[in-house]
């Protein structure tokens, strides 16, 4: 009998709040964190892909990826932030900034500790979501941005 060899490692992540779940996204993905600036509606566009704003003189899509997982849309807080990423689409890189409620802190999860979302008791869209990590004592959401934005 042959024992699944587990690789640890250590990825660094930037935690944020979107609606009531922890995602960490990918801090080699992450451009800047900016305080929300005016949108702009694109008419006939996917409802989680429907604004654009303007970033540091680039027109650049913004995403509330709410409605993929099942959230009702929020009004911006104090806490509100806009996380520009850049993100590979069909094998071209895409800068896009994501709708953050609250944006915690740069960390580091054990991908080892990685686990598949249960089939049930979760509302989550499995197809969005690469894995599940623990982090400190919560568990937090690796989402498959790429899935998420297509």
Same mark, same amino acid.
């Given at each position: 009998?042959?024992?699944? !060899?587990?690789?640890?490692? !250590?990825?660094?992540?930037?935690? +944020? /709040?979107?609606?009531?779940?922890?995602?960490?996204?990918?801090?080699?993905? +992450? /451009?800047?964190?900016?305080?929300?600036? %005016?949108?702009?509606?694109?008419?006939?566009?996917? *409802?989680?892909?429907?604004?654009?704003?303007n970033v /540091?003189? !680039?027109? &650049?899509?913004?995403?509330?990826?709410?409605?993929?997982? =099942?959230?009702? %849309?929020? %009004?911006?807080?104090?806490?509100? /932030?806009?996380?520009?990423?850049? $993100?590979?689409?069909? =094998?071209? %890189? &895409?800068?896009?900034?994501?709708?953050?409620?609250? $944006?915690?802190e740069v960390?580091?999860?054990?991908?080892?500790?990685?686990?598949? #979302?249960?089939? &049930?008791?979760? *509302?989550?869209?499995?197809?969005?979501?690469?894995?599940? &990590?623990? *982090?400190?004592?919560?568990?937090?959401?690796?989402?498959? #941005?790429?899935?998420?934005? !297509?």
């Open positions: 009998m042959q024992v699944a !060899n587990l690789q640890v490692t !250590n990825l660094q992540v930037v935690k +944020v /709040r979107i609606g009531s779940e922890t995602f960490a996204l990918d801090a080699g993905m +992450v /451009r800047e964190i900016i305080d929300p600036i %005016p949108t702009t509606r694109v008419a006939g566009a996917r *409802s989680h892909l429907d604004r654009v704003v /540091r003189g !680039n027109v &650049v899509p913004l995403a509330d990826i709410r409605e993929r997982f =099942g959230m009702k %849309p929020e %009004p911006a807080t104090p806490d509100t /932030r806009f996380v520009v990423i850049e $993100v590979e689409i069909a =094998g071209d %890189p &895409v800068i896009v900034a994501l709708v953050a409620d609250k $944006v915690f960390t580091e999860v054990q991908t080892g500790t990685a686990q598949q #979302v249960p089939k &049930v008791g979760t *509302s989550w869209r499995p197809e969005y979501i690469k894995s599940i &990590v623990k *982090s400190g004592d919560e568990f937090v959401i690796l989402p498959d #941005v790429e899935r998420i934005l !297509n």
